[in-house]
């Protein structure tokens, strides 16, 4: 099905998909749309984790414009079928498509393809919505050792949505939340997902507090709240978080 973003962006997706059913209704992630939105500038340096179809690739691609770039992460065949396909619609010259997942360390693993798309992840999650249709081999690669492997110098933005294994990508993130260049990062947790893993959503924001770094809550059209204790509702209720390192408070 086409779409067209909140830029105006055309944007093709499985009409089947959970993403084609938001988009229909105009309520796909509206309120980290706006965060993203109003966050990005020209020459920014962004990372998609769980880029999916490709919906934030696009938009960060055209926000941080041609100084900018955009390295959108994708280990599914078949979503990154879809994803090439709308990066070259919109003639995305700035984006390059990296064909792993992201972890805590470099390696193979198996990654579960869901009937849905959206929620594929590195481990069953025990959700019956996720539906499991196959399993497939997929490369893995930590942050750290992805900046260090392409030489890339900063990075300003960071989008994370991997059902789940949100834990393995900070643990083999030290680098970049000790980094002296602000970056901000929007990360989706959910206990539906990292109940898989064999953590809780507590456990993570609580491990994070232990950087040097700055929590938020995601609210209504991009707002951020800070985080000054954990609640029972985080991941349970309210999913979308932002970290911001000590550098972008400095900064």
């Known amino acids: 099905m086409r779409f067209t973003l909140a830029d105006g962006s055309p944007f093709d997706c499985p009409a089947r998909t959970s993403i084609a059913k938001m988009l229909f209704v105009g309520n796909f992630e509206t309120n980290e749309i706006a965060f993203v939105m109003g966050l990005l500038k020209r020459g920014d340096v962004v990372l998609d984790i769980g880029a999916n179809a490709g919906v934030y690739t696009v938009l960060a691609g055209k926000l941080v414009g041609p100084q900018g770039h955009v390295y959108a992460f994708e280990p599914s065949k078949r979503e990154l079928d879809v994803l090439r396909h709308n990066v070259e619609m919109n003639h995305l010259a700035n984006v390059t498509i990296v064909e792993r997942a992201v972890s805590n360390r470099a ?17 069953n999650t025990h959700r019956p919505e996720q539906q499991i249709e196959s399993w497939q081999e997929v490369e893995t690669i930590s942050l750290d050792q992805f900046l260090k492997e392409f030489s890339i110098p900063k990075v300003d933005f960071i989008k994370i949505d991997v059902e789940g294994a949100e834990r393995l990508v900070f643990e083999g993130a030290a680098t970049v939340l000790a980094s002296k260049h602000p970056i901000t990062i929007l990360f989706e947790a959910s206990d539906f997902n990292t109940r898989g893993f064999g953590y809780m959503v507590k456990d993570l ?20 709240y800070p985080i000054t204790e954990i609640v029972p509702e985080y991941g349970n209720r309210i999913y979308n978080f932002v970290l911001k390192t000590a550098a972008t408070q400095a900064g």
């Open 107 to 123: 390696g193979t693993t198996r990654l579960a393809i869901a009937r849905d798309g959206g929620l594929n992840s590195l481990a």
């Open 205 to 224: 924001l609580n491990q994070l507090l232990g950087w040097p770094v700055n929590l938020y809550v995601l609210g209504k059209s991009g707002r951020m």
